[in-house]
């Protein structure tokens, strides 16, 4: 056998082989499809919203968050929207507040505690006692105490 069957032969070889890899790539790309298409169809888990926490640095809502880090209690619509340099007028309003209406629905970093008032879910409001219930307040401090007659 010559120099140039035995070349010929091993070019063969890995043309075959290269052929097979082909093959495996082409499959590989075919499932991993499937895989994404698959992944478009099921729901978004829990756990997905949760790895997703941040704002992109510079828009609105990160602004808005920042600024309510900064004032440290929930803030009307109206104020908020001082804040970012917007009028105050009814399409600023429902746009801003939609966009802050989506995270409070999913319950991530925004909070809504009364109408167009927005907070963070990190300030941990406390609902004073006599707001409860009202009834409450008109009541002794030792009702509901048993006493040893």
């Not at 829990?46 to 949760?50: G, L, V």
């Given at each position: 056998m010559g120099a140039r069957a035995s070349i010929q032969k091993l070019l063969d070889r890995k043309?075959?082989?290269m052929e097979k890899l082909n093959q495996q790539l082409a499959d590989m790309r075919v499932y991993i499809q499937a895989l994404q298409d698959t992944l478009k169809l099921l729901p978004k888990d829990?756990?997905?919203?949760?790895t997703a926490k941040e704002l992109r640095p510079g828009s609105s809502l990160?602004?808005?968050q920042e600024f309510l880090k900064r004032e440290g209690t929930p803030q009307h619509?109206?104020?908020i929207l001082q804040f970012l340099n917007r009028p105050i007028d009814k399409a600023n309003r429902v746009s801003i507040a939609g966009s802050l209406g989506g995270y409070v629905k999913e319950k991530r970093i925004f909070t809504r505690t009364g109408p167009?008032?927005?907070g963070l879910i990190g300030f941990g409001e406390e609902v004073p006692a006599d707001k409860t219930n009202p009834a409450a307040a008109d009541l002794p401090d030792d009702f509901g105490?048993?006493?040893g007659w």
């Open positions: 043309l075959l082989e829990e756990a997905d919203k949760s990160a602004q808005v619509i109206s104020a167009n008032t927005f105490v048993e006493k």
